[in-house]
Nanobody, 123 residues
Framework: QVQLVESGGGLVQAGGSLRLSCAASVRTFSSYVMGWFRQAPGKEREFVAVVSWRGGSTYYADSVKGRFTISRDNAKKTVYLQMNSLKPEDTAVYYC????????????????WGQGTQVTVSS
């Protein structure tokens, strides 16, 4: 069983930055690929970024490429999402998720989810 707790969301002006954290309660954090997803009101959940087991590989949605950075610290059992140059369209609830099978941008492939943290970007 994996428990995930996100933090770091909030209200920020367009052009600003936030760093989200996701702390995992699990014995072998490095056994899981970690992803970030987001869901805006009235929209489906969408892929944001994913990082491989040891952090050597990362992938991003085109909408955030060059602005967001995903990273992980396996010693702290935490994954991060650094968000820069935020735009109003980044407003959403952000979720971290864990997947033991492999790198994927498909939310259906993730077994464990956090409760989400709200990010609101004002124009």
């Amino acid at each position: 069983q994996v428990q995930l707790v996100e933090s770091g969301g909030g209200l920020v002006q367009a052009g600003g930055s936030l760093r989200l954290s996701c702390a995992a309660s699990v014995r072998t954090f490095s056994s899981y690929v970690m992803g970030w997803f987001r869901q805006a009101p009235g929209k489906e959940r969408e892929f944001v970024a994913v990082v491989s087991w040891r952090g050597g590989s990362t992938y991003y949605a085109d909408s955030v490429k060059g602005r967001f950075t995903i990273s992980r610290d396996n010693a702290k059992k935490t994954v991060y999402l650094q968000m820069n140059s935020l735009k109003p369209e980044d407003t959403a609830v952000y979720y971290c998720a864990a997947n033991a099978a492999g790198i994927s941008g498909d939310s259906s492939g993730y077994d464990y989810w956090g409760q989400g943290t709200q990010v609101t970007v004002s124009s």
